[in-house]
Structures are given as structure tokens and as C-alpha cells.
């Protein structure tokens, strides 16, 4: 979930729950509107949490192996 999506569902949830006054027989809007606010901001610290590189499944750096030709060494003459 990135960033943007996040915040639209942060945004949208938020909606349901303070500004709709609509009544559903069946679901609670309120409810809705509280979930999805919660799984916005979850998926917001999850977002921000890989974009500063704190998450071990974020950006991978310093996790890659070094290009073959370094390990190799310097090249011979054959």
C-alpha cells in the first residue's frame, strides 16, 4: 500500500465516520469509516516505515552481493 493510498483511505474513512449521517439497516457507516481510518494509518506507518529503510523488506541496500568482476579480482592476461 503506498503513501497516497493510505491517505485516501485515511481520508475517505474519515467521511463515513464524522460527515455521513445516512443510516443502512444492515451496517453501521460509522463502523466502516472507523476501519477504514485505522487500516489507513496502518498502512501509513508501514509506508513510512519503508521509505526511511527501517523495514527489512524495504529498498534492500547494503543487502546485495557485489558484482562478480570485484570479487573476481583484476582481470589476467590469457
Given at each position: 500500500?503506498?503513501?497516497a493510498t493510505?491517505?485516501?483511505l485515511i481520508a475517505v474513512g474519515?467521511?463515513?465516520a464524522f460527515a455521513v449521517?445516512?443510516?443502512v439497516a444492515s451496517i453501521n457507516i460509522q463502523t466502516v469509516g472507523a476501519i477504514?481510518?485505522?487500516v489507513g494509518g496502518?498502512?501509513?506507518a508501514i509506508s513510512i516505515a519503508t521509505l526511511a529503510g527501517y523495514a527489512p523488506w524495504g529498498t534492500g541496500r547494503g543487502n546485495a552481493a557485489p558484482p562478480a568482476s570485484t570479487i573476481a579480482g583484476p582481470p589476467t592476461n590469457v
Open positions: 500500500m503506498t503513501t493510505s491517505l485516501i474519515a467521511i463515513l449521517s445516512y443510516e477504514l481510518i485505522v496502518l498502512g501509513l
